[in-house]
């Protein structure tokens, strides 16, 4: 079975800009959620997904934001982007919640 | 507010003795707990987990205690090889591991040498 597939690998952006990302879930899962790796402060949550709706939030401002599609795949998007946005954003899913979630590899994002 | 707390950014263990990670949590409502495992270029691998309801899980090498009332977690790998070198991710859950947020802890970093 593939697992968590995210597209693409590496961005470079120039502050202001604004950036889509992509996650495909492994087949079967529904429960998509999205989380922040920045050096010295471990994964944070940003949201999840679950049959195409939020269904749970993290403390981000509104610049982020994410959507679900019908075949579970998901994508997030940043605005107005900022020099702190710089991170790997990991994309994790799971049958029908967030235990023993499957990561995918990560979106490396670097904010010029 | 870091709730789930690795006080140890980085550990380092011989091959094959035991290598102990621990985890320190505030949140009382947190049930579910998970480790994780992350090489470099890599998302985390799920590794373990334990509800609440129980003090122990074992599978293989990996055995995770939980102590409720010290809020505290621990990963025991035993014996260690030089393949568990990597970065470990303690996590929390709260409403049984079915709520819909992983809270993570800032990782340790183990090293096994030879």
């Known amino acids: 079975k593939a697992g968590v597939t995210q597209t693409p690998r590496y961005l470079i952006k120039t502050r202001g800009q604004q950036v889509t990302l992509s996650c495909s879930p492994i087949?079967?899962?529904?429960?998509v959620s999205w989380y922040q790796q920045t050096p010295g402060q471990g994964l944070q949550f940003l949201f999840e997904?679950?049959?195409?709706?939020?269904?749970n939030k993290g403390n981000f401002p509104g610049r982020f934001s994410g959507r679900q599609f019908s075949n579970s795949r998901s994508e997030m998007n940043v605005s107005t982007l900022e020099l702190g946005d710089s991170a790997l954003y990991l994309c994790?899913?799971?049958?029908?919640?967030?235990?023993?979630?499957?990561f995918g590899p990560g979106t490396r994002l670097t904010v010029t | 507010d870091q709730q789930v707390k690795q006080n140890s950014p980085s550990l380092s263990v011989q091959e094959g003795r035991i290598s102990i990670l621990n985890c320190d949590y505030t949140?009382?409502?947190?049930?579910?707990f998970l480790w994780y495992k992350k090489y470099p270029a890599e998302g985390p691998t799920f590794l373990i987990s334990i509800s609440s309801i129980k003090d122990k899980n074992e599978d293989g090498r990996f055995t995770v205690f939980l102590n409720k009332s010290a809020k505290h977690l621990s990963l025991h790998i035993v014996p260690s090889q030089p393949g568990d070198s990597a970065v470990y991710f303690c996590a929390a859950s709260a409403q049984g591991g079915t709520a819909s947020k992983l809270t993570f802890g800032t990782g340790t970093r183990l090293q096994v040498t030879l």
């Open positions: 949140n009382s409502m947190f049930d579910y």
């Open positions: 994790a899913s799971s049958w029908a919640g967030p235990a023993e979630q499957y």
């Open positions: 997904y679950f049959s195409e709706t939020q269904r």
């Open positions: 087949s079967g899962h529904r429960s």
